[in-house]
């Protein structure tokens, strides 16, 4: 997590740079979004999915370091930015500060590879069983009692086969479902998109778009997230944002229209 950080900081600088933007604010920015961020993720997380045990031991919530929520990250980091530009630079317009939010999204994709990567090695997300091709095998001994100990943390213990069927199946990695389709699919975008000048919240919206349904959809997947009519709080997250990414592609192109028939 704190490579994907530094390497992510570093781009959005040297990005800034080659983009004409200010140094200074650019740091700035980068030290609200990312605190903003750390802490929403988590108290977003142990609100969202673990709501009885905060209730139960609310030292949890100062446990920033523990149960973060990728989507309560997104939304810190939006929190971040507009703490800041509202206490550091209320000088800067509205399409300045697009500029800067568009940096901070386009690297995004490269810094969430690097994070997801350490998940993969971790294998701290792990889903349902499958046969999935892509899955981890459970053939090991230790494997097996890994993936036992998050079902029965689910209270899911009893849907397990036995050991020798067990062996010969896998079960859902969502971290590295997520590092193989942001460094497979969302990079080569990001990568090609950039290769011409773009309006500031082209990468931004481009991220959402790109993102959010492949999040989505790999939530069915997880194995104890809290669910509320069906769906996680993730799940629930990621139709607001890309409810909201549609909305502004709909005013972008309205206000495109309005500005060639005047």
């Not at 009692?145 to 009893?158: E, H, K, P, Q, V």
């Not at 492949?214 to 799940?235: E, I, K, N, V, W």
Request: charged share 15%; net charge positive.
């Amino acid at each position: 997590m704190a490579l994907s950080v530094i390497v992510g900081w570093q781009m959005a600088v040297a990005r800034c740079r080659r983009k004409g933007l200010d140094d200074a604010v650019c740091t700035g920015l980068l030290a609200y979004v990312v605190l903003a961020g750390f802490v929403l993720a988590h108290l977003y997380s142990v609100i969202a999915y673990f709501p009885r045990q905060a209730m139960e031991s609310p030292v949890l919530l100062l446990k920033v370091w523990e149960n973060i929520s990728s989507f309560g990250g997104f939304v810190g980091g939006l929190l971040g930015l507009w703490l800041y530009f509202s206490l550091k630079a209320r000088n800067i317009d509205t399409g300045e500060r697009m500029k800067y939010l568009d940096v901070i999204a386009f690297v995004l994709p490269f810094a969430w590879a690097i994070g997801r990567l350490a998940c993969t090695v971790a294998h701290d997300h792990p889903g349902t069983i499958t046969s999935f091709p892509l899955g981890i095998s459970l053939k090991s001994p230790e494997a097996r009692a890994y993936i036992a100990t998050f079902y029965r943390d689910a209270g899911r213990l009893a849907e397990l086969p036995p050991s020798v069927e067990l062996a010969k199946m896998a079960f859902h990695d969502l971290g590295w479902y997520e590092f193989l389709y942001t460094l497979l699919v969302m990079v080569p975008v990001f990568l090609v998109a950039d290769r011409k000048p773009r309006p500031p919240g082209f990468f931004t919206v481009v991220f959402i778009l790109l993102y959010v349904p492949a999040r989505f959809f790999l939530d069915f997947l997880r194995l104890a997230d809290a669910r509320y009519f069906g769906l996680t709080p993730g799940q629930y997250a990621g139709l607001a944002v890309f409810l909201a990414a549609l909305l502004a592609i709909r005013r972008r192109s309205r206000s495109d229209r309005i500005a060639g028939a005047s």
